[in-house]
């Protein structure tokens, strides 16, 4: 009988245990913790280590930046388990010690002292927020917390707390109070701040540091004497971190590169984290520069900066307007992507393909006076004439008559064609082909354009495609070199002895200015052997603005954000081996003077020789390979001497168009011997021999 009701009870007991159970696996599968809330976190745009650039608050209008234990300081991590939950790493979500020990100080004291609450009790309270202090509500945190414990890791639990704990206000979690009260991310803490951090959650608006001062350094002072009867701290630290007074100030939160997080949010408006190639401490400091510098100038006017690394392609930082909000600025315009006229900034190029197909050298003589180039009659900036100038001069000077002719001859559809290779097409009048008046700003680029082409000058002819991480890059650039490095060389050479603007020390950089027509736009790009910075300053409604300059306005700008991005100073290429500035005596007499008449043709001064073809040579037995077609690849021509403009012939067929050029090509309809000849404008003639073998 005694072991019937002995099986009995068992099986009563076994059902009654798998009953609870399925009770409580009901309940929990049909109340799961609301863990979702944990997903709704501040939009973030980080720059390239990590570092936050710019947030934006949660929908409800929190600062709530998602945190992980590895984002803060472990000191910080041991206090907080220390003070708030000593055994977190042991209980499965509830220390019944701890619940026992708050009962006890309930009935001894007649209210409540502690809660008993664990870390996990703490988060399920975050996690759902607005329950009265009762003991219901305290039984519903119980069960949160053993479901919580169920599906989180004991770091998954922390990294929850550390980005949902309150501190007051509308700010949430350790990286947003770090932020606000100390200005600094929360790895490296200070005794005193991991304190205050530890104690602020229990009361967050009473021991608002920024509100009430004197209940947060209180709150303070009982962690720090809490952990110093742990042995976790010494009395010399408690008693110096005492002595810190408390930050009474909220600080904001990195509001850095207002285009760009716009942008971000544009290309993925449902991503969390945006990571920029922007590093944070130089968009600081180039924002700065540009608050200061916008204050100097007259209303409406507006500025960009853009500086890039001219090895990787990376921005590193970029300055949009000096002030998003500012509305009589057009602050909200990014004007690193708006096209404008680039005045005189693209001369350097002309000069490196006239450097580049020999028809001058740094110390050729070229008139600066009055030309006509079949009606386009282009003058200089001050309306004066300086006779006869070196190139160099002409270039440093930002002649306008002399790069003209330069281009006159090197050809303005050579420019544009170049200028793809690099990834850049000119915005030009609809319906019209590249022209002369580019030289002098005739067309459109952006800020960001332009600085991409200036990374050539550091990369010995090869300019790199820049990009921010987040908008889509522009694009590709060519393979094929944009200049040859001994062009590039040169133009560095002669950019390097550019005066620095008023009042500004020398850097050692190299930097070329502009002013469009009307003074609409103020340009200046510098650069060392790694880095570039250019600089636009006007009226984003294209107003002009009397008196506005390149050399005035924008390159003092220029050479403060060079100076305070502290990246100064990379050394230039070397020059190319045989390649060096000649004195005008050392010149041959086909590079001592360069000029064009009014018909634009090129004149040499003295007796000009006849024409020479210098490669290839008269029988000259050449290999050339073939194209994916199958067609051979073309044969460099080279001459010197003579006057332009030239016409090729191959076995008495014109080749191509006349051109001024002293470099061309050939495509051979195939191999065997041929005959090469080519005229100048004086009808003189000379002609080589070839033998072609293809493979």
Do not use: C
């Amino acid at each position: 009988m005694k072991t019937r009701l002995f099986l009995a009870l068992g099986l009563f007991a076994a059902l009654a245990a798998a009953a609870s159970t399925a009770a409580v696996l009901w309940v929990d599968k049909r109340f799961p913790p609301p863990l979702e809330k944990a997903s709704i976190v501040s939009t973030e745009l980080l720059d390239a280590d990590g570092g936050l650039l710019r947030a934006f608050a949660t929908p409800e209008g929190r600062w709530r930046l998602r945190t992980e234990t590895g984002d803060v300081d472990p000191r910080l991590i041991d206090m907080l388990v220390a003070y708030e939950d000593r055994r977190f790493w042991d209980h499965q979500g509830v220390d019944p010690l701890a619940l026992l020990r708050a009962a006890g100080q309930l009935v001894g004291n007649g209210r409540i002292v502690s809660g008993g609450s664990t870390l996990t009790m703490q988060l399920a309270r975050l996690l759902d927020p607005g329950r009265p202090r009762t003991f219901t509500t305290k039984l519903v945190q119980i069960f949160r917390a053993l479901q919580i414990e169920s599906r989180l890791s004991k770091k998954q639990i922390l990294d929850l707390y550390l980005t949902l704990a309150p501190y007051g206000g509308n700010i949430e979690g350790v990286r947003a109070a770090s932020l606000a009260y100390f200005g600094k991310e929360p790895t490296r803490l200070t005794l005193e701040e991991s304190a205050l951090l530890v104690a602020l959650p229990q009361l967050p608006e009473a021991r608002r540091p920024d509100r009430h001062p004197v209940n947060a350094a209180n709150a303070r002072t009982r962690v720090l004497k809490r952990l110093l009867s742990l042995g976790l701290v010494e009395e010399t630290e408690v008693q110096r971190a005492q002595l810190t007074p408390v930050q009474k100030a909220r600080r904001q939160l990195p509001a850095l590169a207002a285009h760009l997080a716009e942008a971000a949010i544009k290309r993925q408006p449902d991503a969390r984290e945006h990571r920029s190639t922007i590093r944070k401490s130089i968009q600081e400091q180039l924002e700065a520069v540009a608050r200061e510098s916008v204050a100097r100038l007259d209303d409406k006017v507006a500025l960009a900066i853009v500086m890039a690394d001219a090895r990787t392609g990376d921005i590193i930082a970029e300055v949009g307007s000096a002030d998003y909000f500012d509305p009589t600025r057009s602050g909200w315009i990014d004007m690193t992507t708006v096209k404008r006229s680039p005045g005189s900034t693209l001369k350097p190029f002309i000069y490196a393909l006239a450097f580049e197909e020999g028809v001058v050298a740094q110390e050729t003589l070229v008139e600066d006076r009055p030309a006509d180039f079949f009606g386009y009659r282009p003058r200089n900036f001050d309306m004066a004439y300086q006779g006869d100038v070196s190139v160099r001069q002409a270039l440093q000077l930002s002649l306008n008559v002399p790069a003209v002719k330069l281009l006159d001859t090197v050809g303005p559809l050579k420019l544009a064609a170049r200028l793809r290779r690099a990834g850049v097409d000119l915005k030009l009048p609809r319906d019209e082909a590249p022209g002369l008046a580019i030289a002098l700003g005739g067309a459109g680029v952006t800020l960001r354009e332009l600085v991409q082409l200036y990374t050539a000058f550091g990369n010995r002819g090869r300019p790199v495609r820049l990009t921010d991480g987040i908008r889509e890059p522009g694009p590709d650039v060519d393979d094929a070199a944009m200049m040859d490095a001994s062009a590039a060389w040169n133009v560095v050479d002669v950019l390097t002895g550019v005066t620095p603007p008023p009042q500004r020390r020398s850097l050692g950089i190299a930097y070329k200015t502009g002013t469009s027509y009307g003074y609409r736009d103020a340009w200046s790009v510098g650069f060392d052997g790694r880095y570039v910075i250019g600089v636009w300053v006007g009226r984003p409604d294209n107003g002009a603005v009397p008196a506005m300059t390149g050399y005035g306005t924008a390159a003092p700008i220029l050479f403060d954000a060079f100076e305070r991005s502290g990246l100064v100073g990379t050394p230039f290429p070397p020059a190319p081996g045989g390649v060096k500035r000649r004195a005008l005596a050392d010149l041959p007499a086909s590079l001592r003077r360069f000029s064009t008449d009014s018909d634009g043709l090129l004149q040499l001064s003295g007796r000009q020789k006849a024409p020479q073809i210098v490669y290839p040579p008269d029988g000259a037995q050449v290999e050339l390979g073939r194209a994916v077609d199958g067609t051979p690849i073309p044969l460099a021509l080279k001459l010197q001497d003579g006057r332009p403009p030239f016409r090729w012939l191959a076995d008495g067929k014109p080749m191509a168009e006349q051109s001024r050029s002293r470099v061309s090509q050939w495509s051979p309809e195939g191999g065997g011997y041929s005959r090469l000849t080519v005229i100048d404008a004086q009808g003189r003639a000379a002609s080589v021999g070839v033998f072609i073998k293809l493979f």
